[in-house]
């Protein structure tokens, strides 16, 4: 199951009978301990601060943050000159972030409607209940059955899904 080279990752591996995931498989479980390896421009890119900028598109917005950076770059050219340029750096960064925030906001991330609701519940609770019946007596018209049951419950959950 794993290459020779990354065998003393593998620290634990158990199986799950009970788990019901509709299918004839069992559940594995494994603990396995990796090191990664984190890029440093993946690192210095997540300050998490994100802007909206579909805001630009907005006349009125667009012509308040030109003003805003305008008058805040106004005010950088009045510091003196001697400064170090990863100073100045800083405080243009610093500025147009202060900017940003103000005139365009942060981004704020859709949030999705749960699909899984009662409804799926009751499905699943069926589901087992047929999946035992179909356990205790394992006759053709109860195969049947859960065949039946399985596909109205993944065709369910799938209607589901689309709609959200």
């Not at 170090?84 to 147009?96: P, S």
Request: proline residues 1%; charged residues 40%.
């Amino acid at each position: 199951m794993i290459d020779r080279r990354r065998h003393s990752s593998l620290l634990d591996v158990r199986s799950f009978r009970g788990a019901d995931c509709d299918t004839d498989h069992y559940l594995v479980v494994a603990k396995v301990r990796e090191r990664l390896a984190v890029s440093k421009q993946a690192a210095q890119n997540s300050d998490g601060e994100r802007f909206n900028l579909r805001k630009l598109n907005d006349l009125e917005v667009k012509e308040t943050y030109q003003i805003e950076i305008t008058n805040r770059f106004a005010a950088l050219e009045n510091l003196n000159v001697d400064e170090d340029v990863n100073m100045a750096w800083e405080n243009i960064k610093e500025n147009i972030r202060i900017s940003d925030k103000e005139s365009l906001g942060l981004h704020e991330l859709k949030r999705h409607k749960p699909w899984f609701d009662e409804e799926c519940v009751e499905f699943l609770d069926q589901r087992k209940q047929v999946k035992m019946q179909w356990i205790k007596d394992l006759s053709r018209s109860n195969v049947d059955h859960l065949n039946n049951v399985r596909r109205d419950a993944s065709r369910h959950f799938r209607k589901k899904r689309r709609l959200i």
